[in-house]
């Protein structure tokens, strides 16, 4: 076992503290419904579509506990992701994924030829 260098100890007592960060790319901010705690933590929910960019690949976000960071972000067609990708959304059919993005987007609704951006995550593991 090799010992810990100075340098090392200094870097591991500033992640600690929060100064620096432990992941490649910078801490976003994501926000999830409850009902997607299950989904996310067994990782089937593994896509989140927003009407805006949240991160780019790399970043990384905290959620339910767990650490998880983008690995893909991409522009598709609402329609596209719920009837084809309701399942990564953490959806059981699309018909649920169309009523949620509805009450979450009163004004817009469900408009299945809008353009989304579409970021996929993975549960990020730590580096030792």
């Not at 870097?11 to 705690?37: D, H, S, T, W």
Request: charged residues 30%; positive net charge.
């Amino acid at each position: 076992m090799s010992k810990l260098t100075e340098e090392a100890f200094q870097k591991y007592l500033a992640q600690a503290r929060g100064q620096i960060p432990k992941y490649k790319g910078k801490r976003v901010y994501i926000n999830f419904l409850k009902i997607f705690e299950v989904p996310m933590c067994d990782g089937t929910k593994t896509w989140t579509t927003r009407t805006r960019y949240m991160g780019q690949v790399g970043d990384w976000f905290k959620y339910f506990g767990k650490t998880f960071e983008i690995v893909e972000r991409k522009r598709m067609l609402l329609g596209e992701v719920v009837e084809e990708h309701y399942i990564e959304e953490g959806f059981s059919n699309p018909d649920n994924m169309k009523r949620v993005w509805a009450m979450l987007h009163p004004i817009i609704g469900y408009d299945p030829e809008r353009k989304v951006f579409v970021h996929t995550f993975r549960e990020k593991i730590e580096e030792e």
